[in-house]
């Protein structure tokens, strides 16, 4: 299944993440310490280091950015790799470069360029100088943590001719093998990017020819849909294993010992198989909204209901993500994370109750209480239609004052949404068009095959009810591409602000 890859647009925020105190396997090296240390609040050093996969790479760009967002003052970020350069560079350049700046976190990756024969360096001297640059940063500071990376594979792009990547290694993977073993026999934590980039190579050779297209360098939106994933999924699992929290305001959704119906049945954790490219959460009994706040106050804002069939919530990619992206464009951005698996009704009333209780803390929260909408990716798209629809009555017994504020959301947008349709040709039953339905924007694609049936059917109830709503239908983009996609539907976040314009929520 191919990778969907991610175009920056000229509003983008790179991705921020949101970390979720969840079990981590106790075996698995992670770079802990320095999150500990942000968390008690102590100066910290990130430097990357290594070639101009690291040099030029968005995904470092990212990583800064992350950073700065979570810990704000806390992180001096330093990228100070260089392009063409290798191990022996690495060691040579690694006091003035790296240890002058008495770093706690250093990523290492130079086996690319190591793999090519120009520069005559053997597998076992790849390693010895790996070894020798890590010995001497743990020789400088014990508890520096250390993260290798292995990275892309190359091709020989005719756009390159001069430059013949593949030719120049034909060894690549065997020099990658060299940090997976030595990562394994020193438990140091390894990001292994090479297998998720080689199999879009294997799946799909014209997406990965387009996505690296002068041989090795991964362009800007391909390194943050496939490469800087992977960083930030570890990150966060370092994060939740040190008992770090995140920056800003979390807010429970419901008062202690008063949501109605029921929870998960077994403790909050990551969704199973974990991925590189996504953070998935599952088992959700606590729901929380987790508030991103837009520079000026009494701003307009957006409920966040991410995607993942009710069986778990995307956190980064359809929720942080998206949060950043409202952020960049003057919205507060509050992210909810609703009951999953399996909770339908309880989803439901979550929502209801986050939208009361946003108009019960807006002036806390320094946003417009009449200009707080929804905006939901696939189950979550589903939920916030729902909520459009059903806001006349709480689905809940009233707990407090902040039901007494409406649940009614002034706006939605519904990107891929899912479950719209009964399955038989018609509107699904929990939904009703002839309700007091807020301006709706829906966002689809054609070759969304499974789900774009809905979304066609509530586009034509809307229309026959006359409810204020537009359909951004794209010939291409798939599901679950959140703010990544590279095919038509990648147009989508642009038309997104103009309709919110022309509604005049901004």
Same mark, same amino acid.
């Given at each position: 299944? /191919?990778?969907?890859?991610?175009?920056? %647009?000229r509003?983008?925020?790179?991705?921020?993440?949101?970390?979720?105190?969840?079990?981590?396997?106790?075996?698995?090296?992670?770079?802990v &310490? @320095?999150?500990k240390?942000?968390?008690?609040?102590?100066?910290?050093?990130?430097v990357?280091?290594?070639t101009?996969?690291?040099?030029?790479?968005? +995904?470092?760009?990212?990583?800064?950015?992350?950073?700065?967002?979570?810990?704000?003052g806390?992180?001096?970020?330093?990228?100070?790799?260089?392009?063409g350069?290798?191990?022996? +560079?690495? @060691?040579?350049?690694?006091?003035?470069?790296v240890?002058?700046?008495?770093?706690?976190l250093?990523?290492?990756?130079?086996?690319?360029?190591?793999?090519? &024969? #120009?520069?005559?360096? %053997?597998?076992?001297?790849?390693?010895?100088?790996?070894?020798?640059? @890590?010995?001497?940063?743990?020789?400088?500071? !014990?508890q *520096?943590?250390? *993260?290798?990376?292995?990275m892309?594979?190359?091709?020989d792009?005719?756009?390159? /001719?001069?430059?013949?990547?593949?030719?120049?290694?034909?060894?690549?993977?065997?020099?990658?093998?060299?940090?997976? %073993?030595?990562?394994?026999?020193? =438990?140091?934590?390894?990001?292994?990017?090479?297998?998720?980039?080689?199999?879009?190579? =294997?799946?799909s050779?014209?997406?990965?020819?387009?996505?690296?297209?002068?041989?090795?360098?991964?362009?800007?939106?391909?390194?943050?849909? *496939?490469?800087?994933?992977? @960083?930030?999924?570890?990150?966060? #699992?370092?994060?939740?294993?040190?008992?770090?929290?995140?920056?800003?305001i979390?807010?429970?959704?419901?008062? $202690?010992?008063?949501?109605p119906?029921?929870g998960?049945?077994?403790?909050?954790?990551?969704?199973?198989?974990?991925r590189? $490219?996504?953070?998935?959460?599952?088992?959700?009994?606590?729901? &929380?909204?987790d508030?991103?706040?837009? /520079?000026?106050?009494?701003?307009?804002?957006?409920?966040?209901?991410p995607?993942?069939?009710?069986?778990?919530?995307?956190?980064?990619?359809?929720?942080?993500?998206?949060?950043?992206w409202?952020?960049?464009?003057?919205?507060?951005?509050?992210l909810l994370?609703?009951?999953v698996?399996?909770n339908?009704?309880?989803?439901?009333?979550?929502?209801q109750?986050?939208?009361?209780?946003?108009?019960?803390?807006?002036a806390?929260?320094?946003?417009d209480?009449?200009?707080?909408?929804?905006?939901?990716f696939?189950?979550?798209?589903h939920?916030?239609?729902r909520?459009?629809n059903?806001?006349?009555?709480l689905?809940?017994?009233a707990i407090?004052?902040? $039901?007494?504020?409406?649940?009614?959301?002034?706006?939605? *947008?519904?990107?891929? !949404?899912?479950?719209?349709?009964?399955?038989?040709?018609?509107?699904?039953?929990?939904?009703?068009?002839?309700?007091?339905?807020?301006?709706?924007?829906?966002?689809?694609?054609?070759?969304?095959a499974?789900?774009?049936?809905?979304?066609?059917?509530?586009?034509?109830?809307?229309?026959?009810?006359?409810?204020?709503?537009?359909?951004?239908?794209?010939p291409?983009?798939?599901h679950?591409?959140?703010?990544?996609?590279?095919?038509?539907?990648?147009?989508? /976040?642009?038309?997104?602000? =103009?309709?919110?314009?022309?509604?005049?929520?901004?």
């Amino acid at each position: 299944m /191919p990778i969907h890859l991610l175009k920056r %647009s000229r509003n983008w925020l790179l991705p921020l993440l949101l970390s979720a105190a969840v079990p981590i396997a106790a075996e698995e090296p992670l770079p802990v &310490t @320095v999150f500990k240390k942000l968390h008690e609040g102590k100066k910290q050093t990130v430097v990357v280091y290594g070639t101009s996969l690291t040099i030029n790479g968005a +995904w470092a760009k990212a990583l800064g950015d992350y950073f700065a967002k979570e810990f704000p003052g806390q992180v001096t970020y330093l990228n100070r790799a260089q392009a063409g350069m290798h191990s022996k +560079w690495g @060691v040579a350049n690694l006091k003035q470069r790296v240890q002058d700046h008495r770093p706690d976190l250093v990523f290492i990756e130079f086996s690319a360029n190591d793999a090519a &024969t #120009k520069h005559g360096i %053997s597998r076992e001297q790849s390693e010895a100088n790996l070894d020798q640059m @890590v010995k001497a940063l743990r020789q400088q500071n !014990p508890q *520096v943590d250390i *993260v290798l990376q292995t990275m892309n594979p190359a091709w020989d792009s005719p756009s390159n /001719p001069a430059k013949k990547y593949a030719t120049d290694r034909p060894e690549l993977e065997s020099y990658y093998d060299v940090y997976r %073993s030595y990562a394994r026999a020193n =438990q140091l934590p390894l990001v292994d990017h090479y297998p998720a980039w080689r199999k879009l190579q =294997q799946d799909s050779p014209e997406e990965f020819q387009k996505a690296v297209s002068d041989g090795i360098h991964p362009n800007s939106g391909p390194s943050l849909s *496939v490469t800087w994933p992977a @960083v930030h999924v570890l990150m966060e #699992k370092a994060r939740a294993a040190s008992g770090a929290k995140k920056a800003g305001i979390t807010a429970n959704v419901w008062p $202690d010992g008063k949501m109605p119906g029921h929870g998960a049945k077994d403790p909050e954790a990551r969704h199973s198989p974990e991925r590189t $490219d996504a953070l998935r959460i599952t088992n959700v009994s606590q729901p &929380t909204l987790d508030i991103f706040p837009a /520079p000026a106050k009494d701003s307009p804002a957006m409920i966040v209901c991410p995607g993942g069939g009710y069986s778990y919530a995307v956190m980064d990619k359809e929720g942080t993500e998206i949060a950043a992206w409202l952020n960049a464009n003057g919205f507060t951005a509050l992210l909810l994370k609703y009951r999953v698996p399996n909770n339908r009704d309880g989803a439901l009333q979550d929502l209801q109750r986050a939208l009361s209780l946003a108009r019960s803390r807006a002036a806390e929260w320094h946003i417009d209480p009449q200009r707080l909408g929804v905006i939901g990716f696939s189950a979550g798209g589903h939920l916030s239609a729902r909520a459009s629809n059903r806001f006349d009555e709480l689905t809940y017994p009233a707990i407090d004052d902040v $039901d007494q504020q409406s649940c009614r959301p002034d706006f939605a *947008v519904l990107v891929y !949404p899912a479950y719209l349709d009964d399955g038989k040709g018609g509107l699904s039953p929990n939904l009703n068009p002839k309700a007091d339905i807020p301006p709706t924007l829906i966002v689809h694609s054609d070759d969304d095959a499974k789900f774009v049936v809905g979304s066609k059917l509530y586009d034509a109830a809307l229309t026959e009810a006359k409810r204020p709503h537009k359909l951004l239908l794209y010939p291409t983009g798939g599901h679950g591409y959140g703010l990544r996609s590279d095919r038509e539907a990648k147009a989508w /976040p642009d038309a997104a602000l =103009q309709w919110l314009g022309e509604i005049r929520v901004k």
